[in-house]
């Protein structure tokens, strides 16, 4: 291909780079020329291999031929093999020729014209025959879909297989969506959090918490070797779940956060005008609080450990304690009043003890206080030397512990039943 002076061309430089240039003059060997993107001036003898008509930098792997006459469709570069006929456009006249040699890297396409003339030509001068009608472009590749969930309960030998329903959460009524709900145990379970199943010692993760009735099942998600599941869903009792550290990939970890933050602003706006579940959300938060509290408390030291519960709601809060404002500012439940119990309903199992090996750390007395608004707690402990039983009669040894034991001072006690 020959170029005149003045011509604008792309050259090879020093450094193996196509870079812009302006053709100053004819040299014996090749073209003497100008690098216009250079600071300085730049000129240097290339070799005729080295020089071609300018070729855009965004042409690589994309439409670069002229459209075919009979469908008129691109043709793709990536169609041209090596034989293919093809039209070339040489000094604006274009001649049938077979492609020899392409070159993606400098986009150029070597061609043979009849007999045996070769040349060099850039792929923008290459069109298909009119005569051969253009391949249809390869359809594209569907991405393989992701079989659809199949939900699976967990039995109580936790087999997952299909068919094997035993228990089903309706959901029905009010179709709430659930945050965080706390287990018979005093467990906070939370979406997008990993637990263990016990018996079992299965790793899952919380997709979501269904309610049937007055139980709480947890749809979850299998945890293998720190990588989620997500084909296989177990739907399992909140009851059965125990709190797993298990270190997630940075991927199932953002998955966890986006479900978290979803999961929380549902349970929020699905509960804005419905009294029964604030209702339900204030109580589960004041059962979070106190059954961490009341931990610290029986793992202290001290006698006695006070708390804020926050802001008080004056409709949930005063039934749940059995509190009048009006009448009296405070409230105690202990076991000179024999009314320790009620708190089970809101706090769960053998809340009010600890095993400590040779003795146990017990709850005295709660006092809860009603002030400016703001409901606070003190819980008042003691130590029982000796194992406890392990049913619902361990609160009769320890009331003969109580009435044997000079240090628990009952005087204010005394003074509210008065």
């Not at 250079?38 to 005729?48: E, F, L, N, R, S």
């Not at 991405?143 to 068919?163: I, N």
């Not at 619902?392 to 509210?416: C, K, P, T």
């Amino acid at each position: 291909m020959e170029f005149r002076v003045g011509d604008s061309v792309q050259a090879i430089d020093e450094l193996g780079r196509w870079e812009p240039a302006r053709v100053l003059e004819l040299c014996e060997g090749g073209y003497s020329v100008h690098f216009t993107n250079w600071a300085k001036i730049y000129d240097c003898v290339v070799k005729p291999e080295n020089i071609r008509k300018p070729v855009s930098q965004f042409h690589h792997a994309v439409d670069v031929a002229s459209k075919s006459r009979k469908r008129g469709k691109r043709v793709k570069f990536s169609q041209l093999c090596e034989g293919d006929v093809v039209v070339a456009s040489v000094d604006g006249i274009k001649v049938d020729a077979t492609v020899v040699v392409f070159d993606r890297f400098k986009q150029e396409v070597t061609v043979r014209f009849g007999e045996g003339t070769l040349n060099t030509i850039p792929v923008s001068d290459v069109s298909k025959q009119e005569s051969v009608a253009c391949q249809p472009s390869s359809p594209k590749q569907r991405r393989k879909q992701k079989p659809k969930q199949r939900t699976h309960v967990a039995t109580p030998s936790l087999t997952v297989e299909e068919g094997s329903v035993t228990e089903t959460p309706d959901n029905t009524g009010t179709g709430h969506k659930y945050f965080q709900v706390m287990n018979d145990f005093g467990i906070d379970v939370t979406c997008g959090e990993c637990y263990r199943i016990e018996p079992g010692n299965i790793s899952v993760f919380i997709k979501k918490i269904k309610k049937s009735g007055a139980t709480f099942f947890a749809d979850c998600a299998m945890v293998t070797s720190t990588k989620l599941d997500r084909d296989v869903s177990i739907l399992v009792p909140v009851s059965r779940l125990v709190k797993d550290d298990v270190a997630l990939s940075r991927a199932d970890k953002t998955y966890a956060n986006k479900l978290k933050r979803a999961a929380f602003w549902g349970s929020i706006q699905s509960g804005k005008d419905d009294g029964q579940i604030r209702s339900e959300q204030r109580t589960q938060q004041l059962a979070l609080l106190v059954r961490k509290e009341v931990k610290l408390a029986l793992a202290s030291k001290t006698s006695h450990r006070t708390f804020s519960l926050g802001v008080s709601d004056l409709v949930v809060d005063m039934e749940v304690f059995q509190m009048d404002p009006f009448v009296h500012s405070r409230v105690s439940f202990s076991y000179l009043k024999g009314n320790l119990s009620h708190l089970d309903g809101i706090l769960g199992y053998r809340w009010d003890i600890l095993d400590r090996g040779a003795n146990v750390s017990y709850v005295t007395r709660v006092v809860v206080a009603f002030s400016k608004g703001v409901l606070s707690m003190r819980v008042y402990t003691s130590i029982c030397n000796g194992p406890v039983p392990n049913d619902n009669s361990y609160r009769f040894v320890l009331a003969d512990n109580i009435s044997q034991s000079d240090s628990i001072d009952h005087r204010d006690e005394v003074e509210e039943l008065v």
